[in-house]
Each structure stands twice: as C-alpha cells, then as structure tokens.
T-cell receptor, first 115, second 112 residues
Framework: DADVTQTPRNRITKTGKRIMLECSQTKGHDRMYWYRQDPGLGLRLIYYSFDVKDINKGEISDGYSVSRQAQAKFSLSLESAIPNQTALYFC??????????????FGPGTRLTVL | KQEVTQIPAALSVPEGENLVLNCSFTDSAIYNLQWFRQDPGKGLTSLLLIQSSQREQTSGRLNASLDKSSGRSTLYIAASQPGDSATYLCAVSPDSNYQLIWGAGTKLIIKP
C-alpha cells in the first residue's frame, strides 16, 4: 500500500460547489503539506501543518481551508470552487530529521476541474 | 524573493546518451536543494538532496551538483534509458522550515 494516499484521484465540479480533498499517510510523519501544480509552473504551497495543533498558511492560501484531523490525516477544502482553482493538487509529508536532510514524500495527486 | 528556474522546459535525447538538466536560483542563501522526479499519476519522488554545505550527491546513474555562489545546480544522468522519461523538478529550501520553492520542471523524453 502507498505511504501517502489522496482521495479522490480525479474530480470534476461546478463553480460555487464545496469540495474536500483528503490525504492520509502511514509514514508516521508529523509534517504535512498541500500544494497545487499548474501547467508550466512549479508547485506552490497552499497550507502546511507541523503537528495536529499547528496549521500555517502557505504562498496561496486564499480560497482554501484545511483541517488536520489526526497525525495521519490532512484535508483541503475549497469552500466555493472557482474555475481558476482547476489544477493538480498534491499532499506531502516529511519528518523532522534536522541538519538539512529532510525530504518530502508525495501522494499521487488529485486532478480537480472546476467548470 | 527566491525564484527557481529550469531550462529547457523539455528535452528529447536518444537512449544511451549522457545528459545534464539545469536548475538556477536567485538567492544563494539556501538550506538545501532537492531534485525530484514526477511521473504521470504517481506523484513526485525525491531523487537527491544536497545540503547547503555539500557540493554534490550521487545515486546510481544520477549525480547532482550544487554551486551556491553562482546559484546553480545540475542533475547529470548517465547512460540514459527510456525509463528515465519523466519530468524532473528542482526545489530549494530557503531555511529550516523546509518550505520548498519549486522550479517548473524539465520534461525529459528518452527515445529508444
């Protein structure tokens, strides 16, 4: 089984609908992240969480919210989806190893289309 | 503001060739730099991580170098194979909070 799973893998929705993307991990990591990827652009950080009680905004948090239900679960919500939120969304996890040696482990991505 | 650039956006080479992918960044004060591979439908996989105090890292046929003073990193792939076809992204961590700043990637196609 994959260490980082995302559901759904694909979603088509309409403008104004509320959407939740879910992420689960079995790696036992404290840190979790949500990114979006648009064609021709690098990944951009939406939100990140360093533990269950610590939630932080990333570069592009407007229009999104998150919930860290448990160490293993981190959900991303679009309260009222709009077409420019059409993108590929990735969840990632990392552990605090220190010394600049940390890396992030990614889920397979959710392709979201907002019509 | 740190910016990461990868040129070219796409590259096609015959199987067996050695190749170099480029990554440049505007602020030399980095914590580490990573190279990732992205395969469609499979997410991203970390290939190599270079700490700011290191000059290079090697894993199998892959070698990544880092020159902080010039703001450049290269990923060298030896004896390329069709299975190396993927998009390769570099990402810079500006500090110990590990928020990565990403390049847009280079799509690599290895022709059999």
């Amino acid at each position: 089984d994959a260490d980082v799973t995302q559901t759904p893998r694909n979603r088509i929705t309409k403008t104004g609908k509320r959407i939740m993307l879910e992420c689960s991990q079995t790696k036992g990591h404290d840190r979790m992240y949500w990114y979006r990827q648009d064609p021709g652009l690098g990944l951009r950080l939406i939100y990140y969480s360093f533990d269950v009680k610590d939630i932080n905004k990333g570069e592009i948090s407007d229009g999104y919210s998150v919930s860290r239900q448990a160490q293993a679960k981190f959900s991303l919500s679009l309260e009222s989806a709009i077409p420019n939120q059409t993108a590929l969304y990735f969840c990632a996890t990392s552990d605090l190893l220190g010394g600049g040696t940390d890396t992030q482990y990614f889920g397979p991505g959710t392709r979201l289309t907002v019509l | 503001k740190q910016e990461v650039t990868q040129i070219p956006a796409a590259l096609s080479v015959p199987e067996g060739e050695n190749l170099v992918l480029n990554c440049s960044f505007t602020d030399s004060a980095i914590y580490n730099l990573q190279w990732f591979r992205q395969d469609p439908g499979k997410g991203l996989t970390s290939l190599l991580l270079i700490q700011s105090s290191q000059r290079e890292q090697t894993s199998g046929r892959l070698n990544a170098s880092l020159d902080k003073s010039s703001g450049r990193s290269t990923l060298y792939i030896a004896a390329s194979q069709p299975g190396d076809s993927a998009t390769y992204l570099c990402a810079v961590s500006p500090d110990s909070n590990y928020q990565l700043i990403w390049g847009a990637g280079t799509k690599l196609i290895i022709k059999p």
